[in-house]
């Protein structure tokens, strides 16, 4: 049981740097102002006080990033909750 609860972290840990790693490399690569040939006109805040203008696929693709950190801490909250309880009623 503790394996799962440790492989769940792990996951989670790893799913919220790439998420950062993605909003970061935004920050750095995306334009600062709309680039209409390019479908850039998604305005996103990004790190250090900064706009940038991402498609909207990039755009969803952040929001899936971000999204899927939320389902992960939500399912290792629950799962570590379930555990304890079954530990608790075991008498360990």
Do not use: C
Not at 82 to 88: H, I, R, Y
Request: charged share 15%; no cysteine; proline share 2%.
């Amino acid at each position: 049981m503790k394996t799962i609860l440790n492989s769940l972290a792990i996951i989670l840990l790893l799913t919220w740097v790439g998420a950062l790693a993605l909003k970061y490399s935004y920050t750095r690569q995306m334009p600062a102002t709309p680039k209409i040939e390019q479908s850039r006109t998604n305005a996103i805040d990004a790190f250090y006080g900064k706009t940038v203008y991402v498609t909207s696929g990039e755009k969803t693709k952040l929001h899936i990033a971000y999204g899927s950190v939320l389902v992960l801490v939500l399912i290792y909250v629950g799962y570590y909750f379930w555990f304890t309880k079954k530990q608790k009623r075991a008498g360990r």
